[in-house]
């Protein structure tokens, strides 16, 4: 979580946003029931190295329930061959598995990398905050 900060927020505010015990806490409040979620890590090679991370949860809005995708990060090494997009797979996995059929997540409006990313998966920018630089991305995939 630590590494997305950094990267979107640059080393000096990534880093002094949020303490690491807190960070660890957050992570680990998604695994050990004090929140419904989950998170799933990409590996690759024979020695099954970490290169990426999806932590996702239950959220709800005004309209009701929805899946959260509240942290993705991939290695550098790791870009560029659809690792994110199948991190994104598992959470829109997780999240049908839930009925969950609305799916969001917020980040700096600087992230292209995953505003385009999701993008091209169908979310869209449903929401900006001019003061705090941020947005919010929304799927809604409910039947019709």
């Not at 994104?88 to 999240?95: G, I, L, N, Q, S």
């Not at 600087?110 to 869209?124: D, K, S, V």
Request: net charge negative; glycine share 10%; with cysteine.
């Amino acid at each position: 979580m630590r590494a997305t900060l950094v990267e979107v927020l640059g080393r000096e505010l990534g880093e002094s946003l949020y303490s690491l015990e807190w960070l660890k806490d957050r992570a680990a409040s998604h695994v050990d029931g004090r929140c419904t979620g989950a998170i799933f890590i990409a590996r690759e090679g024979a020695e099954a190295t970490n290169i990426g991370h999806v932590i996702v949860r239950e959220e709800a809005d005004d309209e009701g329930p929805l899946g959260l995708v509240s942290t993705i990060y991939v290695l550098p090494e790791g870009r560029r061959h659809g690792v994110a997009r199948r991190l994104v797979d598992a959470a829109h996995h997780w999240f049908q598995s839930r009925d969950l059929h609305r799916s969001a997540t917020d980040t700096s409006e600087t992230n292209l990398p995953l505003i385009n990313l999701l993008g091209g998966l169908g979310y869209e920018i449903v929401f900006r905050s001019d003061e705090k630089k941020m947005v919010r991305l929304m799927k809604d995939a409910r039947p019709a």
